[in-house]
């Protein structure tokens, strides 16, 4: 493995504050084990990169460096998509099945991306190996700073397709506000429009995958929980197909840096206002 599994990134000592950003889609390495002789199609071996949120590690580079601690998962949600429930999959025969479950075995066409089915017995070693060990991390983390400060805030970070999200530019998912203190929300909201974009809570589609229905609850335990999804149309400066030959190649869009850094910008600001909101929300 290139990189450590799952990704941690901690904010210097004495600046924690109590939010942990997930970032759940960030991944675009395959498994170490997969080869391009194991697709179906050589060129299906780019699914890897186009399963992942567009450009959302370099829009969550930094929170660590502003208080927050991230987590993220080096591998295409392909393989494992840890905001799936863990077992969003069909299996025949002993043979997996899914198009957009916790793995990918068919394309929305219902095409194989493999040449071999994947086995029920592969399926369960790759939840231990990789989800598992997602979740169990995302409670240790949460557990610390629910420790050290009283309560804390889970943001599921992710950027969403342009034709799935349409014309909304960004999606605040609470599960119909069970996941989330309303006023946590509201400044949310009120910094992105404040910096020049459209919002909307709890759209059809996006309103908080399995990590925030799994730990939100901001009330029972005092961590909340909220999915922030950002429309990679305002990102994206390139068709998808030259997109995803340039990431593959590790280059970023030129065009597509400003906007890049404008998103940075809005959630550095976010995570500067939310401690005190925290705090006043659980103030004695």
Not at 57 to 70: C, L, M, R, W
Not at 234 to 251: D, K, P, Q, V, Y
Request: glycine content about 8%; charged content about 20%.
């Amino acid at each position: 493995m290139e990189q450590p599994f799952p990704i941690v990134r901690r904010p210097a000592d004495g600046k924690r504050t109590p939010i942990l950003v997930s970032v759940p889609h960030y991944g675009t390495q395959p498994l170490p084990d997969i080869t391009r002789a194991d697709y179906s199609e050589p060129w299906f071996e780019t699914f890897a990169y186009g399963f992942a949120d567009t450009f959302v590690g370099e829009i969550y580079s930094d929170p660590h460096e502003h208080g927050a601690t991230v987590l993220a998962t080096p591998f295409s949600r392909m393989f494992v998509d840890v905001n799936r429930c863990c077992d969003d999959f069909e299996h025949h025969d002993g043979a997996v099945r899914s198009r957009r479950g916790v793995v990918r075995t068919h394309t929305m066409r219902d095409v194989a991306i493999f040449s071999r089915p994947l086995g029920l017995p592969d399926l369960e070693a790759r939840l231990c190996a990789l989800y598992d060990p997602y979740y169990a991390t995302l409670h240790e983390l949460l557990a610390g700073l629910h420790r050290t400060h009283g309560y804390a805030l889970l943001l599921d970070g992710h950027t969403g397709s342009p034709r799935r999200m349409k014309d909304h530019q960004v999606i605040i998912g609470t599960r119909h506000d069970a996941t989330c203190a309303p006023q946590i929300v509201v400044t949310v909201a009120e910094i992105f429009t404040r910096h020049g974009f459209e919002v909307h809570e709890n759209v059809s589609g996006y309103t908080g995958g399995n990590i925030v229905a799994t730990f939100g609850q901001p009330w029972t335990r005092r961590i909340h929980a909220l999915q922030l999804e950002i429309n990679a149309s305002l990102l994206m400066a390139t068709s998808r197909e030259e997109f995803i030959a340039l990431i593959s190649r590790g280059g970023i869009p030129e065009k597509a840096e400003a906007n890049i850094a404008r998103v940075r910008g809005c959630l550095q600001d976010v995570m500067a206002a939310l401690p005190p909101v925290l705090a006043t929300v659980h103030e004695p």
